[in-house]
């Protein structure tokens, strides 16, 4: 009897366990979905966004010198080389004399010994990091991702990139961050390692647009956006060559309709009796 009452007990006290157990882990779901919660980013009407719009060439060409002077000390773009500022940002003299500012690690040489030579036009963004390992030692365990395809990378594109970057604020009260952290509003978790890195007269343009923390930000997330996606401009010519010469094909092909059927949907049929 004993023995059976246990069982009636057990049998009775599963149920609260298992909803007990529901209830902490919900309660450490919810703790955590709050934590790593962050608002959407706003939508911005970008320039390049258009049907028959394109990206922006002073914008672009301002956006490169963010990154030169600013993001590339800590994010590479191993997959973008000075070839492919030709004709975007800059003339052919111009990105060459960019690609000579930096040395390039090359060889062997005929006594099988590297050297270091001018960077060419072929060579791509050189990486402020040896290798990835370094990048996490100095980077307190987390190597800053490499930015060519960045806007493809994270949902709503260049709008979160220019959020995040526009998204930095003093931590609010009672909220400690550890050492190394950020607050950050449009970041998940809005905790972290990235420093902000704009600030209003930090880069240095040809033209005389003023140099502001939000005008660093756009043209930085307009030039991100070309990174990732280079040939939407020549997309669009296409889509546009592609629906005009469909829209004639469609033209001709009605009248071609029209002129072999009509013959045969305007016939008279009669009918007369033999006698």
């Not at 301002?62 to 773009?77: D, K, L």
């Not at 050189?126 to 990378?153: H, K, M, Q």
């Not at 010469?245 to 469609?250: E, F, H, I, M, W």
């Amino acid at each position: 009897m004993a023995s059976f009452a246990f069982v009636r007990a057990s049998k009775a006290l599963l149920p609260a366990s298992i909803a007990a157990g529901i209830a902490a882990g919900a309660g450490l779901y919810g703790a955590s979905a709050f934590a790593s919660e962050a608002p959407l980013p706003p939508h911005y009407h970008w320039s390049h966004k258009g049907y028959f719009s394109g990206y922006d060439t002073a914008s672009l060409r301002r956006g490169f010198e963010v990154y030169r002077q600013v993001c590339s000390t800590c994010h590479s773009m191993q997959y973008k080389s000075y070839r492919q500022l030709v004709g975007v940002t800059h003339t052919e003299e111009q990105a060459k004399a960019i690609a000579r500012s930096i040395e390039v690690t090359d060889g062997p040489n005929d006594a099988g010994e590297m050297y270091a030579r001018p960077g060419k036009l072929f060579d791509r963004f050189p990486s402020p990091y040896p290798n990835e390992e370094y990048a996490r030692f100095i980077n307190n365990g987390a190597a800053p991702p490499d930015l060519t395809l960045i806007v493809l990378g994270r949902h709503h594109g260049e709008d979160y990139v220019f959020s995040l970057l526009n998204g930095y604020h003093d931590a609010p009260a009672g909220l400690a961050l550890r050492d190394g952290l950020h607050y950050n509003v449009y970041f998940p978790g809005n905790a972290i390692g990235m420093a902000k890195p704009l600030a209003d007269g930090i880069v240095e343009w040809e033209d005389d647009t003023p140099c502001t923390e939000t005008q660093m930000a756009k043209d930085v997330s307009t030039f991100l956006t070309w990174c990732s996606m280079p040939e939407q401009d020549e997309r669009k010519k296409s889509g546009v060559k592609l629906v005009i010469a469909l829209t004639a094909l469609a033209g001709l092909m009605g009248y071609h309709k029209r002129f072999v059927w009509s013959p045969i949907k305007s016939r008279k049929i009669s009918y007369t009796r033999n006698v």
